[in-house]
């Protein structure tokens, strides 16, 4: 009887130590995981710091401004034209 109880309590405590182990396991490997991702987002901000802009690069043009998209007036329906067609609304009291 004596047998049975000390092997329960010594399988609850390599229980509770196998458990105390994983986590600290998990631990690790989501510190690893954080600092991987620290790590490469870090270089990341780097070489775009250390990139030249846009405009310095020999061969490229920079355009500044605004753009929209216009669509072509003849592939849709009424709804498609473009913003300078007045469109009728049905109603007179609007212009």
């Known amino acids: 009887?004596?047998?049975?109880?000390?092997?329960f309590a010594f399988g609850a405590v390599?229980?509770?130590?196998a458990l105390v182990f994983a986590s600290v396991l998990a631990l690790?490997?989501?510190v690893a995981v954080i600092a991987v991702w620290a790590y490469l987002s870090w270089r990341a901000w780097?070489?775009?710091r250390q990139a030249p802009p846009p405009a310095a690069r020999p061969g490229s043009v920079v355009i500044e401004g605004e753009y929209?998209?216009?669509r072509d007036a003849g592939a849709g329906d009424a709804r498609d034209a473009p913003s300078?067609?007045?469109r009728d609304s049905g109603r007179d009291d609007v212009r």
């Open 68 to 70: 929209r998209v216009e």
């Open 84 to 86: 300078n067609v007045e």
């Open 28 to 30: 690790v490997a989501g």
């Open 1 to 7: 009887m004596l047998g049975r109880i000390l092997g």
């Open 14 to 17: 390599l229980f509770l130590l």
């Open 46 to 48: 780097m070489l775009a």
